[in-house]
């Protein structure tokens, strides 16, 4: 086999490769549903194609340089000297790389700490091993209530088989209507917690006596997963976050809905008062 050949072979077999792992959803990042989280895929996806790129021209020259120039067919090892100029351009290529990369990352960074004009805003609360939702800004201010793990204990205890959403289901889903900013306020009640769901792109630590924000624009209406991204304790495997997406309208009937519970709750407790 020819050097070239080599070379060929083993560009084809990594590009084959980092193009399964890129788009493969088992090993990449879930689908974007929100503007944070397409940038931050799209950085990623062009992060590996530049690594590519790196490997192929680096290991391609290597291996060509190994077959092409191998004792057996009588190239004798060569004598290298400093050069100034390979060493200026062997620097000045990755730093290039590197601000290529930076420039649309942190502009994603930017724009992710930019909580501002937010539509609604929700507090959520960590608690071992649980997530607390109060409603502060919007519509659907007022509304409080828990969040708890509702996978089947016998699941757990291996005594019946795992559902679709082992692990990742709740009592009281988080929600929120579709194309709105969501900003949402961590804080914890114990221990260090975090707040993390990956379809949207966030991640942000729930610190006790501290305030973090965070934000989201939900793309379109569904439920996605996610969960507390902080060691905390030994049910913090146990702690899912999921965010139920509605429509507008639909939104404001559970807002009614919820606030007609909440009442009717008050109503319950004076008059047993």
């Not at 708890?148 to 795992?162: G, R």
Request: glycine fraction near 6%; charged fraction near 15%; aromatic fraction near 12%.
């Amino acid at each position: 086999m020819s050097s070239k050949s080599v070379v060929a072979l083993l560009g084809s077999a990594t590009l084959a490769f980092y193009s399964s792992m890129a788009f493969s959803s088992k090993y990449n990042f879930p689908e974007p549903q929100s503007s944070i989280a397409q940038d931050i895929y799209d950085q990623h996806i062009l992060a590996l194609w530049i690594c590519l790129a790196i490997f192929i021209g680096v290991f391609g020259v290597m291996f060509y340089s190994i077959v092409k120039h191998r004792k057996s067919v009588g190239y004798k090892a060569a004598n290298f000297h400093h050069s100034t100029l390979v060493e200026i351009v062997w620097t000045t290529i990755p730093l290039l790389i590197l601000v290529a990369m930076a420039y649309p990352a942190t502009k994603t960074v930017i724009a992710m700490k930019d909580t501002s004009e937010a539509d609604i805003t929700i507090k959520a609360t960590g608690y071992q091993w649980m997530w607390g939702y109060d409603y502060l800004q919007g519509e659907g201010e007022g509304i409080s209530f828990y969040s708890k793990l509702s996978t089947p204990l016998a699941q757990v205890a291996n005594k019946e088989p795992k559902g679709e959403n082992y692990l990742l289901e709740v009592d009281n889903n988080m929600v929120v209507p579709v194309g709105k900013k969501i900003r949402v306020i961590t804080t914890a009640n114990d221990v260090l917690h975090a707040w993390w769901v990956p379809a949207f792109g966030v991640k942000q630590d729930a610190i006790p006596g501290f305030i973090r924000d965070v934000w989201f624009t939900a793309e379109r209406p569904g439920i996605f997963r996610g969960q507390c991204a902080e060691l905390c304790g030994k049910d913090h495997g146990f702690m899912p976050i999921v965010v139920e997406v509605l429509e507008q309208e639909k939104y404001a009937q559970w807002v009614a809905d919820k606030q007609k519970a909440s009442a009717a709750v008050v109503t319950t407790a004076a008059v047993g008062n």
